[in-house]
């Protein structure tokens, strides 16, 4: 069973944030936290859809470019970008340059602004599928699911409003990523019931 590594500074992690030091601190300080938010979570929405198929530390390197390219994923902005943008991005070498990505990017942007018209909210629409809080964390990663009977139906909602590149998988990664769902491992720092004292360690490190 794939369970928690503890890294030469004394703290338990899981497995896959305990190598690389960009991973580590993105796995410390973002990946399971509460996140709010149209424009921090369409920017979540994006960065998981770009990197379906890849690994995420690509996508975490390229993220600074990623946020230059896409005007910080203000709606508003990424929503205006026409046939030049699209050109623009796919000569980007900062950013992963995938067409279909790219144009799903942009009419994501779109159909965010439209839930606007409906009366309905990004922040509201995406934590409405949060399910019951866990009471114990996952032992090891082999527990951790790729969708769940929420991603599946969040996915479905999505669509029906325009969203693409949003399939249960994706919506399930972005739940992991926002804090919707808890999946740190048993061992972990940040997993439930862990010590304060040494997630106070690993942040302060």
Request: with cysteine; hydrophobic share 45%.
């Amino acid at each position: 069973m794939t369970v928690a590594v503890v890294g030469t500074d004394g703290v338990g992690r899981c497995p896959w944030g305990a190598g690389d030091g960009l991973l580590a601190g993105y796995h410390d300080t973002e990946w399971g936290r509460e996140l709010r938010g149209r424009d921090p979570l369409y920017e979540r929405i994006s960065l998981e859809a770009f990197q379906s198929g890849l690994s995420w530390l690509i996508v975490l390197r390229k993220r600074p470019a990623f946020r230059a390219a896409f005007a910080g994923f203000d709606p508003e902005a990424v929503a205006r970008f026409g046939d030049d943008d699209v050109a623009r991005l796919l000569a980007d070498a900062g950013i992963v340059r995938n067409r279909a990505k790219i144009e799903a990017t942009i009419a994501n942007a779109r159909a965010v602004l439209e839930l606007a018209e409906r009366g309905e909210d990004l922040d509201t629409l995406l934590w409405s599928f949060a399910p019951p809080a866990r009471e114990a964390p996952p032992a090891g990663f082999e527990d951790v699911p790729a969708t769940t009977p929420e991603s599946t139906a969040m996915a479905k909602a999505l669509r029906a409003r325009g969203f693409r590149f949003v399939g249960p998988t994706t919506c399930y990664a972005m739940m992991q990523a926002t804090g919707m769902v808890d999946d740190h491992v048993a061992g972990c720092f940040r997993a439930i019931g862990a010590a304060g004292d040494a997630a106070g360690a690993a942040e302060g490190a």
